[in-house]
C-alpha cells in the first residue's frame, strides 16, 4: 500500500505524454478481462440478494411473488429450536475453520522437507504425485473412499478376512470422529497444492544467505531453523490472515459428498446448510438469508483481521 | 523489433481469447441442442428432424433414448427423445427448481400436476396451451373428461395437460393385474423348507426372518443372505422404506405427514408414538438387533439392492414386483425358487383402484418453448393410442409390446406370445436382441425410458377386447405355470390360476384406495419451509433409528425428534396436512358413492 503510494505521487509530478497514455491503454487492456471476469462472477451475482426478501417459489417469476421485507431473517431466528440448529452449524463450521488452521503448518513443513531432497526426479516425483489429488473432484474422492472404506469396502474386507474384526466397521456410516476424518481427506487432497506457494517462497530466498550460513559451518538443520523458515514465514502469516477471513467459507462439495443422515449433525457447515435449506428443501428465499449474514460476518472478519494486521505488522493485506 | 511486435501480436490474442472464453458460457443452449437437419428420407409430414428435451420426474434412465422404441419414434414422428430425469441426477426437487426458475422445464414435461404444480407452471408460462391442437386428436378425444378435470388445475382456461392411468371402470375395484401394489412378498421356497409357519402380525416376520436366514445362509452366488435390505434413493421428508411397511396396514402419507388409512377411518401424525411410520422404524430396529438386516442398506442404492434380489442375498420383498420382478425367472421358478406373496393375519395391503379421470400424480404437458408444438400434441396422442399403449408403458407394468415382434393375435381371438415374447417376457432375458428391422438392440435398452402409464395397468382394447398387460392373458399364465406356483396355490388351497391379489381380496387382507381426482393443494412458503426443515430432521433421525444400538438409544433418538419437529414448527404443518387428509377422505366417499 504504502509502495503504491510511493509511485503513484512520482508518476502524479510527471507530465502525461501520449506514449504514456498509449502506454495506460494497453495496460488498461491487459486487465480488463479479469475485471469483467471479477464484475461477472464475484458482483454481477449479489443481485440475487433480492431473493431474501420476498416469498420465491420456482418457477415463478420475482415479479409474480410477494415482498416480504426482512421476514426470513426473523424466521431464522423465530424460536429455539431454529437457533439451536445455527449453533450447532456454527459449531461444525468453526470446528472445521479451526481444524483447518491448525493443520495449516503441514503445507510448510512438507515444502520445507521437500526443498531438503538433493535428488532432482524424486523431488520432482513426489510434488507431483502429492499435487494431483488437488485436481480430483469431490465426488471422485468420494467413490474412492465408498470402494475403501463402505461396509464392503476394501478395508472391511481386509480386516474381516485377517480375522481383526467379525462385524464391518462404519467407517462412513457413522458421525464418530467425523472432524477429525474430514480433516485427514482435506489434508490428503491439498498438502501439495498448498506447499507449492511455500516452495515458491523458499526458491525467492538470497542464496547467498545460505552460502554464507555453510561457510559458517551451519548443518541442514541449523539452515532450516535460522533461515528457511524464517523467510517464509511472512508467506504463512498472510495465508493464516486470508484463511481466518475465510473462517466461515468452507465450501461445501466435500461435506456434501460425505453426508449421510448418521453424521449429518455434525458435518453440516454453515454452506451446507445454506444448500440443504435453499436447494434441497426448496425454501431459496431463506437459504439466501443466511448466505447475506455470512457474507456480513465474513466482511467484517476480513476488515478486522486487515487492522491488526495493518497494527502488528505495518501491512494491510488487503 | 521483432520480437516486440509478436509479443504485443500474442498479448493481444490473449485478451481476446480470454474475453470470447468469458462469453462463451452464456449463450444460448447452443446449436447442438436443436440441432435440425433436413431429412429428405423422411417421408412423413415431419420434415425436420428434432431432438425433444423431455423431463420425464419418473424417469430412471437420462440420456437419449436408444433400441425399438427410438426406432418407432424416430419412424413416426422424425424426432429422438433426450430424457432429463430428476430420479437419475438427484438431490430431490433441485433440477426442477433450476430449471423451471430459468423458464424451460423441457418440450415435453412429465410431471405431477397435483401440489399447485401446474398452477405455478402455467403462472410462470412454461406450459402451451394444446386447446387447438388436440382438436383432431382421435385417441385423446375419448379421455376429454379427465383432460378438462386435470388442466382445471391450472385455475386457468385452456388445455394444460394429459393426466396419466385414465381407468375406465369401477374405481373401487383394484387396479393392479397380479399382486396389491404393497403386501409381504417372501423367497417362498425357503418358507416351505421351515414349514410355512403362521404369521398373526408384522412383529412375526422377525422370527420367520431368522429361520429363514438360518434354513438359506447364503446366495446363489455364494454371499451371506438377509432377510431385509433396505435403500434411500426414493427417500422424501421420510424414510420411503417405512412407509412400505406402514403400507401393509392401508396407511400412506396422503398429505406431507399426515398418515391416512385409506379406508377413510384414520389420520395419524407421523412422528406421534403409535404411529404406523414409528410402529414400522421399531420394527427396522428389531430386525437389525436381530441380524438381519443387510449392514449395506446405509449406503447402497436401488441398483445394487436390484442386483441382490437377482442374485437371491434378499429373502423379503417390500413390493411383489421386486421380488418377483429380479428372481422369479423361468430357471429358478421351476427350480422351485422363487417370491411369492404371504399372507399376515392382520395385514390389509394398500392396493389403488383405478381413476376415472386419470391420476393428477403424473400427467403429461408440452413446454411452451416447445418448437414444433403440434408434432409434440400428435406424439401424445400417439400415447394414448392403442399402438402406443402397447409399446411404451412402463418397464414394470406390464405393456405387451409391439404386435408382430413379441406377440400375435391367435386365431380364436386370443393374444399368443411370440418365441421372442417368451424370451423377453418369460425367461426374462436381459441380453435378449432385437431384430434388425426392429432397430436392432437389446429388449431390455430399448424399452420406453418414459416411464409413463398413459392408461390403468389392467385396460383392455375396445376394438379387440385384449388386455394390455400380458400378464393376464391366458397364454402368459399357462406358460407361466411352475412348480413354484403350484406350491403356493396349494398351500392356500386355491386354483392354479388364481392371482394373489384376487386371493387375498377374497379372504379380506386387501385395501383397495378409490380412484379420486383430488389434487394435494401446495404449501404456503412459510409453511413449505417448516416442512422442509422437519422432514429433513425426520428422515436423518429415522435412520438413525432404525440402526440405533439399543432400545434407550432408539427410545432418546425419537424423542429427539418429536422435540426438534415440534419446536420447527411441526404443528403447524401437521394442522394442514390433516385438512388435506379429511379432504382426499371425502373425495374417497364421493367416489365410493358414484361407483354404487
Not at chain 1, 516425483?125 to 470402494?147: E, G, K
Not at chain 1, 462385524?167 to 467425523?178: A, M, Q, R, T, V
Not at chain 1, 490428503?188 to 552460502?211: P, R, S, T, V
Not at chain 2, 419446536?567 to 390433516?578: A, P, R, S, T
Request: aromatic share 12%; glycine share 8%; net charge negative.
Amino acid at each position: 500500500m504504502t509502495r503504491a503510494k510511493k509511485s503513484s505521487t512520482t508518476s502524479g509530478k510527471a507530465k502525461p505524454t501520449k506514449r504514456n497514455a498509449a502506454q495506460g491503454k494497453k495496460l488498461f487492456l491487459l486487465i480488463l478481462p479479469f475485471l469483467i471476469l471479477t464484475f461477472m462472477f464475484s458482483y454481477f451475482p449479489l443481485h440475487g440478494w433480492i431473493y431474501a426478501f420476498y416469498d420465491y417459489r420456482a418457477p415463478l417469476k420475482l415479479s409474480q411473488c410477494q415482498f416480504v421485507g426482512i421476514k426470513w431473517f426473523k424466521t431464522l431466528f423465530s424460536n429455539s429450536t431454529q437457533v439451536s440448529q445455527l449453533i450447532q452449524v456454527m459449531k461444525n463450521t468453526f470446528a472445521m475453520s479451526l481444524l483447518g488452521i491448525a493443520t495449516s503448518f503441514l503445507p510448510v513443513l512438507f515444502a520445507v522437507f521437500l526443498n531438503e531432497i538433493k535428488c532432482k526426479w524424486f523431488k520432482n516425483l513426489v510434488q507431483t504425485l502429492t499435487t494431483l489429488p488437488n485436481f480430483i473432484s469431490w465426488t471422485l474422492v468420494y467413490a474412492v473412499a465408498f470402494a475403501l472404506f463402505s461396509t464392503t469396502g476394501m478395508a472391511n474386507s481386509v480386516l474381516q478376512q485377517i480375522g481383526l474384526i467379525t462385524e464391518p466397521i462404519k467407517f462412513l456410516d457413522s458421525g464418530d470422529h467425523i472432524w477429525l476424518k474430514m480433516i485427514l481427506w482435506s489434508t490428503w487432497k491439498g498438502l501439495g497444492w498448498g506447499a507449492i506457494m511455500y516452495l515458491a517462497a523458499i526458491a525467492g530466498i538470497d542464496q547467498e544467505m545460505f552460502e554464507a550460513a555453510k561457510v559458517d559451518g551451519a548443518g541442514r538443520w541449523a539452515i532450516i531453523k535460522n533461515i528457511t523458515i524464517p523467510s517464509i514465514l511472512p508467506t504463512y502469516f498472510v495465508m493464516l490472515m486470508l484463511s481466518i477471513a475465510n473462517f466461515l467459507n468452507n465450501g461445501m462439495d466435500q461435506y456434501y459428498v460425505f453426508q449421510n443422515s448418521f453424521n449429518k449433525a455434525s458435518i453440516q457447515v454453515l454452506d451446507l446448510y445454506v444448500y440443504n435449506i435453499g436447494m434441497t428443501g426448496k425454501s431459496l428465499s431463506l437459504g439466501t438469508a443466511i448466505g447475506i449474514l455470512k457474507s456480513l460476518v465474513s466482511v467484517t472478519l476480513l476488515c478486522i483481521v486487515n487492522f491488526a494486521s495493518k497494527k502488528t505488522r505495518g501491512e494491510t493485506i488487503v | 523489433m521483432k520480437r516486440k511486435t509478436l509479443r504485443r501480436l500474442t498479448s493481444v490474442a490473449l485478451v481476446g481469447a480470454m474475453t470470447a472464453s468469458l462469453f462463451a458460457g452464456c449463450g444460448s443452449d447452443g446449436g447442438s441442442k436443436k440441432a435440425s437437419t433436413k431429412n429428405s428420407e423422411h417421408g412423413g409430414p415431419y420434415e425436420d428432424f428434432l431432438t425433444i428435451d423431455v423431463y420425464d420426474s419418473q424417469a430412471n434412465f437420462q440420456g437419449i433414448q436408444s433400441g425399438w422404441f427410438a426406432k418407432v419414434v424416430k419412424d413416426k414422428f422424425n424426432m429422438e427423445l433426450n430424457i432429463i430425469a430428476p430420479n437419475v441426477a438427484g438431490g430431490g426437487d433441485t433440477l426442477y427448481q433450476t430449471r423451471s426458475a430459468n423458464g424451460n422445464l423441457g418440450d415435453l414435461i412429465l410431471i405431477n400436476a397435483d401440489q399447485s404444480k401446474l398452477k405455478d407452471m402455467v403462472q410462470a408460462d412454461l406450459v402451451y396451451d394444446m386447446t387447438d391442437l388436440i382438436t383432431n386428436c382421435d385417441n385423446l378425444k375419448q379421455y376429454s373428461d379427465a383432460i378438462e378435470a386435470c388442466s382445471a388445475l391450472a385455475d386457468k382456461e385452456g388445455t394444460w395437460a394429459v393426466p396419466s392411468e385414465i381407468t375406465s371402470g369401477d374405481p373401487t375395484e383394484p387396479s393392479e393385474a397380479s399382486d396389491p401394489t404393497n403386501a409381504p412378498s417372501l423367497r417362498w421356497d425357503v418358507y416351505k423348507q421351515i414349514g410355512y409357519p403362521e404369521m398373526n402380525t408384522l412383529e412375526d416376520l422377525l422370527e420367520v426372518g431368522k429361520q429363514m436366514q438360518e434354513a438359506d445362509p447364503t446366495s446363489d452366488s455364494g454371499k451371506q443372505t438377509y432377510m431385509f435390505s433396505w435403500f434411500k434413493d426414493w427417500d422424501g421428508a421420510t424414510m420411503q422404506n417405512a412407509s412400505g411397511l406402514a403400507a401393509l396396514y392401508g396407511y400412506r402419507f396422503v398429505s406431507g405427514f399426515a398418515l391416512g388409512k385409506s379406508d377413510g377411518t384414520d389420520v395419524q401424525s407421523a412422528i406421534d408414538d403409535d404411529s404406523a411410520y414409528v410402529r414400522a422404524l421399531k420394527f427396522m430396529y428389531e430386525a437389525n438387533k436381530a441380524g438381519l438386516v443387510d449392514p449395506e442398506s446405509t449406503t447402497q442404492n436401488f441398483d445394487t439392492l436390484a442386483s441382490k434380489y437377482t442374485d437371491g442375498q434378499v429373502l423379503y420383498s417390500l413390493w411383489p414386483w421386486l421380488g418377483s420382478g429380479y428372481y422369479n425367472t423361468t430357471d429358478n421358478m421351476n427350480a422351485g425358487k422363487g417370491f411369492q406373496t404371504a399372507v399376515i393375519d392382520d395385514m390389509e395391503c394398500l392396493g389403488y383402484g383405478g381413476s376415472p379421470e386419470g391420476k393428477m400424480t403424473n400427467a403429461i404437458m408440452i413446454g411452451s418453448k416447445a418448437q414444433d408444438p403440434q408434432r409434440l400434441a400428435d406424439f401424445i396422442d400417439w400415447l394414448y393410442s392403442p399402438e402406443g399403449i402397447e409399446m411404451s408403458a412402463t418397464q414394470t407394468g406390464g405393456a405387451c409390446g409391439p404386435e408382430g415382434l413379441t406377440w400375435e393375435m391367435g386365431d380364436d381371438g386370443q393374444p399368443k406370445l411370440t418365441d421372442f415374447g417368451v424370451q423377453a417376457f418369460v425367461d426374462i432375458d436381459d441380453s435378449l436382441q432385437v431384430p434388425d428391422e426392429w432397430g436392432g438392440g437389446t429388449w431390455k435398452d430399448g424399452i420406453s425410458a418414459l416411464n409413463y402409464k398413459a392408461v390403468g395397468m389392467t385396460a383392455k382394447n375396445q376394438e379387440t377386447g385384449m388386455c394390455y398387460n400380458y400378464q393376464t392373458w391366458p397364454d402368459y399364465i399357462e406358460r407361466t405355470t411352475s412348480a413354484l406356483k403350484q406350491d403356493w396355490a396349494e398351500h392356500y388351497g386355491v386354483d392354479q390360476d388364481t392371482t394373489a391379489i384376487e386371493y387375498l381380496d377374497s379372504i379380506g387382507k386387501t385395501l383397495t384406495e378409490p380412484g379420486t381426482n383430488y389434487a394435494v393443494p401446495d404449501y404456503s412458503t412459510d409453511i413449505e419451509t417448516i416442512k422442509e426443515q422437519c422432514g429433513q430432521v425426520i428422515l436423518e433421525k429415522s435412520w438413525q433409528m432404525a440402526f440405533a444400538s439399543d432400545e434407550d438409544e432408539f427410545n432418546s433418538l425419537l424423542k429427539e425428534m418429536q422435540d426438534t419437529c415440534k419446536g420447527l414448527g411441526y404443528d403447524q404443518v401437521y394442522e394442514v396436512d390433516k385438512e388435506n387428509c379429511e379432504a382426499q377422505f371425502a373425495a374417497f366417499q364421493e367416489s365410493i358413492d358414484s361407483a354404487k
